[in-house]
């Protein structure tokens, strides 16, 4: 009898385990540590990837992650057919223009429901954030509290956009904009005074000079621009996953701070 049992526990542990729902998650093909990374082709250690695992195995799912270059990430996800089912990091202000065009190919209108999401909750749906990001400007820290004026020269990562200076990069070009490969890149350039300054995730940054030696000589500039968000998850096709996804994140939320300390991603700001 302990053995029928024993069997019939383990056929269903096993069918559980078969049947349960696979998602594929839409990652950016970028080394961007602590907050999310992605190293030879592989979604591997940080903020985001440890997060998501453990909503994934809070809620019995399986997540299967696909890495892509940045731009290309935003096209794949917001086409009609696709084998993506959610987009993780992602914003409302991310490549809005895209987001609008895609929800009017679907009926949608855009609506002012809410303070950031102008899109209709019903086409893309968003979710809180998995833990907060400051994006700013590193400078020499002979340069430090020198202003707006002093930057002539800012570099950023490829594929991303510095949305705090992209009038004064773009539009009036008092700035020029320099592109970099990776954190490491940018802050070699800060330290031989080839830009002014760079502007990326500080917890990024602060993690990349702790790497090349440079800790204490290029420093974080807090009265420069800078925007304090946080990172979430997005999708058009499964809306009923990031509403677990939120209730996981307030249910969990001691257990996810000490993987957000680890990563060194935890209180960066103060939510206003």
């Known amino acids: 009898?302990?053995?029928?049992?024993?069997?019939?526990?383990?056929?269903?542990?096993m069918s559980a385990t078969a049947y349960s729902k696979t998602y594929v998650v839409g990652v950016e093909n970028i080394e961007y540590y602590p907050n999310y990374n992605t190293t030879k082709g592989k979604y591997s250690a940080s903020a985001g990837k440890e997060i998501l695992d453990a909503f994934a195995k809070h809620a019995g799912i399986t997540l299967k992650y696909k890495p892509y270059p940045v731009a290309r990430l935003f096209k794949t996800m917001f086409k009609k057919k696709n084998k993506l089912d959610f987009k993780f990091p992602d914003h409302p202000y991310w490549k809005g223009d895209l987001k609008h065009k895609f929800c009017k190919s679907r009926g949608f209108k855009p609506t002012d429901n809410g303070a950031l999401n102008k899109l209709d909750p019903k086409c893309v749906l968003f979710s809180d954030y998995a833990f907060q990001y400051i994006d700013g400007v590193m400078v020499k820290k002979e340069n430090l509290g020198k202003g707006v004026k002093a930057i002539k020269k800012l570099g950023f990562i490829r594929g991303f956009t510095a949305w705090d200076y992209y009038k004064q990069i773009y539009v009036d070009k008092?700035?020029?904009?320099?592109e970099a490969n990776?954190?490491?890149?940018l802050?070699?350039?800060?330290?031989k005074n080839r830009i002014s300054g760079g502007y990326m995730s500080i917890s990024g940054g602060q993690y990349g000079l702790s790497q090349i030696g440079l800790k204490g000589q290029v420093v974080y500039d807090p009265s420069l621009p800078k925007t304090e968000s946080g990172y979430g998850m997005?999708?058009?096709?499964?809306?009923?996953v990031i509403a677990k996804f939120?209730?996981?994140?307030?249910?969990?939320k001691s257990e996810l701070d000490v993987i957000r300390k680890k990563y060194?991603?935890?209180?960066?700001?103060?939510?206003?």
């Open 182 to 185: 990776n954190f490491q890149g």
């Open 174 to 178: 008092t700035i020029k904009g320099v």
């Open 1 to 13: 009898m302990k053995i029928i049992l024993s069997l019939f526990l383990l056929v269903g542990f």
């Open 264 to 272: 060194g991603v935890y209180g960066l700001y103060k939510k206003k």
């Open 234 to 240: 997005s999708t058009w096709k499964h809306h009923d």
């Open 246 to 252: 939120n209730q996981f994140l307030k249910d969990k």
């Open 187 to 191: 802050l070699k350039q800060i330290n």
